[in-house]
C-alpha cells in the first residue's frame, strides 16, 4: 500500500488538537493503533516512514513509531512525545532501537493498551494543566456546605472560569434545585453509573445542563442514590482534564464513591457553625475525610456560641482556617443561586478564597 492515510481537513474542535501520527508497514499493528485511536475519539495520520510534507513529524501531538518502522525514522529530528510501539516482548533490541531514534516510550501490545489509549485521547483533547479542585463537606447537617460550594461555582463562573460543580452528596436534594435548574435539561448522575475506563472530557461537559454559566452534575428525581467507585473516578477524572475549577459538595457519610471523589480533591473546604456540638461532629468528619485527602481547611459560619470565634473554632479541630462565610443576604427564596451578588459579601469571600487558591496552586 502507497501513499498516507490523513485525517480530514476540517478544523479542529474549540479546545483539541490533532490527532497522533502513526508510522508503520505493519497492518496488523495498523489495525489496533486505528482501533485504539478510535477508542480515544482521536483521528490520526498514518504513513510509512517520515512524511514528507513539512512540519509533519514536529507538528504531530504525538507520533507512534511500530517497531518495523524503527529504521526508517532514524534521521528524524529529535522530539518529545515519540512512542515506539512492538508486540514482541522478550526483543532485548527494542530498547536500543528506542534509543536510536529518542523515544520517550516502549510500549508492548495488547498490555500497554489502556495506556495508550488514554495518551492519544489526552492529546485528542488538547489537554493542559488539570482543572484546580475544591471539595466542601459539612462538619454537621445544615451547616451550609451546599450553600458555600454553589457560591463558590457561581463565583468561579462569572469570573470567566471553566467550571463544574459536582452534586456527590445523593441525598441532598439537588444542587440543580438550589440553582433553580431542576427542569433544565442535560444528563444527570444515574446516566454516568455505567461508565468505566475514560469518560471524554468535552463530552461530559456538553451533555450536563448549563446554569448560570457554569455547568452542574446533579441527580435526578429518581430512586437511584449510588454511583459505582469507577464510575465516580472516570467521570471526575474527565472533569478534572478540562481545565479550569471543579467544585465537589460532598457528603459527610464517607462511603468508597466519596472516597473517590476525594481521592480527586486538591483542597478541602470543612463548613463548621461556631457552636461546641457541630465542632465535635466537624471533628469526627474531619478524621474520616483526612484519611484521603491531605490538605483540609476550615470555615467557620457564625453565629457563635459564648467563648468561641473562627479562629478558636480552627484551633479546637486542629485545622487550617480559612475565616468566616458570611451568609448570603441577597440569595431569595425566588431561585437566586447564592453568590450571585458580585459586591454581596458570600461573593466577596469567594472572590478572596479564589485569588487564594489559584495563587498557590500557580506556586506548588
Known amino acids: 500500500m502507497a501513499g498516507a492515510i490523513t485525517r480530514d481537513t476540517t478544523p479542529a474542535a474549540e479546545g483539541r488538537q490533532g490527532g497522533p501520527l502513526i508510522v508503520t508497514e505493519d497492518p496488523e499493528l495498523l489495525d489496533d493503533l486505528?482501533?485504539?485511536?478510535?477508542?480515544?475519539?482521536?483521528?490520526?495520520?498514518?504513513?510509512?516512514?517520515?512524511?514528507?510534507?513539512?512540519?509533519?513529524?514536529?507538528?504531530?501531538?504525538?507520533?507512534?513509531?511500530?517497531d518495523d518502522a524503527a529504521r526508517r525514522v532514524r534521521g528524524a529530528g529529535r522530539r518529545r512525545g515519540v512512542v515506539l510501539v512492538g508486540r514482541d516482548q522478550d526483543d532485548p533490541g527494542v530498547w536500543r532501537r528506542a534509543v536510536e531514534i529518542g523515544a520517550d516510550h516502549v510500549l508492548m501490545l495488547p498490555d500497554g493498551e489502556q495506556w495508550l489509549v488514554d495518551r492519544i485521547a489526552d492529546v485528542a483533547e488538547g489537554v493542559g494543566r488539570p482543572a484546580i479542585t475544591v471539595g466542601v463537606i459539612g462538619g454537621r447537617g445544615g451547616?451550609?456546605?451546599?450553600?458555600?460550594?454553589?457560591?463558590?461555582?457561581?463565583?468561579?463562573?462569572?469570573?470567566?472560569?471553566?467550571?463544574?460543580?459536582?452534586?456527590?452528596?445523593?441525598?441532598?436534594?439537588?444542587?440543580?434545585?438550589?440553582?433553580?435548574?431542576?427542569?433544565v435539561e442535560g444528563l444527570r448522575w444515574p446516566a454516568f453509573?455505567?461508565?468505566?475506563?475514560?469518560?471524554?472530557?468535552?463530552?461530559?461537559?456538553?451533555?450536563?445542563?448549563?446554569?448560570?454559566a457554569l455547568r452542574v452534575l446533579s441527580w435526578d428525581r429518581g430512586d437511584s442514590v449510588a454511583v459505582p467507585p469507577p464510575a465516580v473516578r472516570a467521570v471526575l477524572a474527565a472533569a478534572r482534564r478540562r481545565g479550569g475549577a471543579v467544585v465537589v459538595d460532598l457528603p459527610r457519610r464517607i462511603?468508597?464513591?466519596?472516597?473517590?471523589?476525594?481521592?480527586?480533591?486538591?483542597?478541602?473546604?470543612?463548613?463548621?457553625?461556631?457552636?461546641?456540638?457541630?465542632?465535635?461532629?466537624?471533628?469526627?468528619?474531619?478524621?474520616?475525610?483526612?484519611?484521603?485527602?491531605?490538605?483540609?481547611?476550615?470555615?467557620?459560619?457564625?453565629?457563635?456560641?459564648?467563648?468561641?470565634?473562627?479562629?478558636?473554632?480552627?484551633?479546637?479541630?486542629g485545622l487550617p482556617l480559612v475565616g468566616e462565610v458570611p451568609s448570603d443576604s441577597t440569595a431569595s427564596h425566588a431561585g437566586t443561586p447564592p453568590g450571585t451578588a458580585p459586591r454581596g459579601r458570600l461573593a466577596r469571600f469567594c472572590t478572596a478564597f479564589w485569588n487564594q487558591a489559584l495563587a498557590e496552586a500557580a506556586g506548588a
Open 255 to 317: 462511603d468508597e464513591g466519596a472516597a473517590e471523589a476525594l481521592a480527586q480533591v486538591d483542597l478541602g473546604l470543612l463548613v463548621v457553625p461556631g457552636e461546641l456540638r457541630a465542632i465535635a461532629a466537624a471533628g469526627r468528619v474531619a478524621s474520616a475525610v483526612g484519611m484521603v485527602l491531605r490538605d483540609l481547611r476550615v470555615v467557620v459560619r457564625g453565629p457563635y456560641a459564648p467563648g468561641l470565634d473562627d479562629r478558636e473554632v480552627g484551633r479546637l479541630l
Open 34 to 66: 486505528l482501533r485504539l485511536c478510535a477508542a480515544a475519539g482521536a483521528r490520526p495520520e498514518v504513513h510509512h516512514g517520515v512524511p514528507e510534507r513539512g512540519g509533519g513529524w514536529e507538528a504531530a501531538p504525538l507520533v507512534l513509531v511500530g
Open 193 to 212: 453509573a455505567a461508565s468505566r475506563g475514560r469518560v471524554g472530557g468535552s463530552a461530559l461537559e456538553e451533555s450536563l445542563p448549563e446554569l448560570h
Open 143 to 183: 451547616a451550609g456546605a451546599s450553600t458555600l460550594a454553589c457560591a463558590l461555582a457561581v463565583t468561579s463562573a462569572r469570573e470567566g472560569r471553566r467550571t463544574l460543580l459536582v452534586d456527590a452528596d445523593p441525598l441532598g436534594g439537588g444542587l440543580d434545585v438550589l440553582l433553580g435548574g431542576e427542569t
